[in-house]
Structures are given as structure tokens and as C-alpha cells.
């Protein structure tokens, strides 16, 4: 007789359901989130959206992720969104590592910020800053989300507490 096949997986890039990958999506019991309450300031070219990067409490050896870095946090977008960010901030500094990834599985673009190494120690308090353009075909975080939805990652991948219906609150630009 003949055994049966393993089953197949996905490749790892291509995970059904945001953020379409392999890793811990579990958002209880790691020590990071992005607060609600969104700072927004704008220019006659610009609307900034800055998120703080809060405590959110965990328990060391009991929680898997709990001692988890802050390597990386995913958006998810479309293409059409691409010319609209001008800018990425981790607190005043310029961030060149922000890029656009296409999900060939699930047919998703995701807005990746990367690269901020953060750890328990730096990452309280810390804020991220998005910079649309206004001219851009998506100005403002409710058009540039395709939903109100993010990922952070630690470097290593294996931790990506995911996040939904997140912000709470309405945004006004």
C-alpha cells in the first residue's frame, strides 16, 4: 500500500489572510501596539500620520513572542498607492528602507516600514510617521489602507502580532 501524500503548504510569502505569511499572528501576549490615537498634522503638500508604539504587556516564558524585537510593521494597500508616500519618520529620523510588496497568492500589495530595530527597551514611546502626499491618488490613511489593518514583525519573522480594525477611530485629514 502506498501512503498517503503530505499535504502542501503555501510557499511562505503566500499565506492566506493578512499579512500573508508563515508567523505568529497572535496580537495577546507581545509587548507592542500602535496606539488608536493618531497624531495627524498637515502642510498645503503633506498630511503626516504619526502612531505611537505603546506597552502592551505581556508575561516572559509564558508568551512565546513576548520577548519579540520591533524589526518591521506591514500595511496592507494596493499598487495604485505606491506614488503616494513621500516619507517615512521612526521618531524625527528618515526611514530609506520603506518598500511596496506584491502578494502574487492573494492578489495584495503590502506597504512594509523596515529595518526600525526596536527592542523592549527603545520601542516605548517610540512614534512612526507616514507622509502622504496630497496629490497622491491615495492622501489619506483611510485611501491608502485597502483595510484598517497592520502587522509588526520581529526580525526574525517568526513573531507578527496582526491587528484589525484598527485605528478605532475615525480619522479626519
Not at 125 to 150: E, H, I, N, R
Amino acid at each position: 500500500m502506498i501512503p498517503p501524500r503530505p499535504p502542501t503548504f503555501p510557499p511562505p510569502n503566500n499565506i492566506p489572510g493578512f499579512p500573508w505569511c508563515r508567523c505568529d499572528r497572535n496580537s495577546f501576549g507581545v509587548p507592542y501596539y500602535l496606539n488608536d490615537n493618531v497624531v495627524v498634522t498637515e502642510n498645503a503638500k503633506y498630511t503626516n500620520y504619526t502612531f505611537a508604539i505603546e506597552e502592551k504587556g505581556c508575561t516572559v516564558g509564558q508568551d512565546p513572542c513576548c520577548n519579540m524585537d520591533l524589526w518591521k510593521i506591514d500595511f496592507p494597500t494596493t499598487d495604485g498607492c505606491r506614488a503616494s508616500v513621500s516619507d517615512v519618520f521612526l521618531n524625527t529620523d528618515q526611514r530609506r528602507s520603506p518598500q511596496f510588496e506584491y502578494m502574487p497568492a492573494s492578489e495584495n500589495w503590502l506597504y512594509k516600514i523596515t529595518n526600525l530595530g526596536l527592542n523592549l527597551d527603545t520601542a516605548y514611546g517610540a512614534t512612526v510617521t507616514l507622509q502622504l502626499s496630497k496629490s497622491g491618488a491615495c492622501p489619506t490613511l483611510d485611501t491608502f489602507l485597502k483595510q484598517k489593518s497592520y502587522a509588526i514583525f520581529s526580525k526574525n519573522n517568526h513573531c507578527c502580532p496582526t491587528y484589525m480594525n484598527w485605528p478605532a477611530i475615525e480619522m479626519m485629514a
